[in-house]
């Protein structure tokens, strides 16, 4: 694993520009996530990008499917060198664990480790406002949140993708050792762009997250490499 906790996803619509990215910040990032934007334009090429970097790599896809669809796809994601994959709690339980064994059978026919699988609760698009009257329910979104970190836990499920405000719940419903992924941070110096209820990295760090996804603050700067650089010594000073 890698000898940080700074993923920077690839939010860029071409192999060049990833290229690009993972080449200037090859010395300080370890870890690098996919999206739908670039896996939708190229396909296993971006992974096969960062594994020949000798990089971590996070498959953000967020699948969400019948089980056995998402079962094919996560095996899929296995076998192409994923090292984390996540997908929609709102899946459902059998969903999550029909995932689990596939993770576990071709990682094993491989012989290589299990990806880390990660669920989504809800998406942080959407309000407390939005997502009662979505939903069509009266639930608190918190409640709802917890009650799905809970569920994909049981599912047998590594851990969470959760926003900062959002950890210390999911810690005190799952424990100190299920895995939670933080996007959504912004150091002081930098942009919210359309990120909302944002912490810095050191906080989101010291508020209980194994890692944070910063992007634009780094990908957007005119110094990407001196933005992760500084990002960096704020967590670890
Ligand atoms: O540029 P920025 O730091 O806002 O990028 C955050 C990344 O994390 C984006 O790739 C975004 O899609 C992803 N993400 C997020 N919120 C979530 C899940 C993923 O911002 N709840």
């Not at 026919?109 to 299990?114: N, Q, R």
Request: aromatic share 6%; net charge negative.
């Amino acid at each position: 694993m890698s000898q940080n906790q700074l993923i920077v996803p690839l939010d860029v619509e071409n192999l060049a520009a990833a290229n690009q990215l993972v080449t200037t910040l090859s010395d300080e990032v370890n870890w690098f996530k996919i999206g739908k934007q670039l896996f939708t334009a190229v396909g296993p090429a971006s992974v096969n990008l960062l594994r020949e970097a000798k990089k971590d790599i996070f498959l953000d896809l967020k699948f969400h499917d019948i089980p056995n669809t998402v079962a094919g796809a996560v095996a899929s994601g296995t076998k192409v060198g994923a090292n984390i994959i996540n997908l929609h709690t709102l899946g459902g339980l059998e969903m999550m664990r029909a995932a689990r064994a596939a993770a576990e059978e071709q990682a094993a026919e491989l012989g290589i480790p299990k990806p880390t699988l990660l669920g989504v609760t809800i998406l942080t698009s959407i309000d407390e406002v939005n997502f009662q009257r979505d939903f069509g329910t009266q639930r608190k979104l918190r409640d709802q949140i917890a009650y799905l970190a809970e569920l994909s836990q049981k599912a047998g499920l590594d851990g969470v993708v959760a926003p900062p405000l959002e950890i210390e719940v999911i810690r005190k419903v799952c424990g100190s050792d299920y895995v939670i992924v933080t996007p959504g941070v912004r150091p002081e110096w930098a942009d919210a762009d359309d990120q909302r209820r944002v912490m810095t990295p050191a906080e989101a760090i010291a508020a209980g997250a194994d890692y944070i996804v910063v992007g634009r603050p780094i990908t957007a700067s005119d110094n990407p490499r001196e933005a992760a650089q500084t990002i960096l010594q704020e967590i670890y000073k």
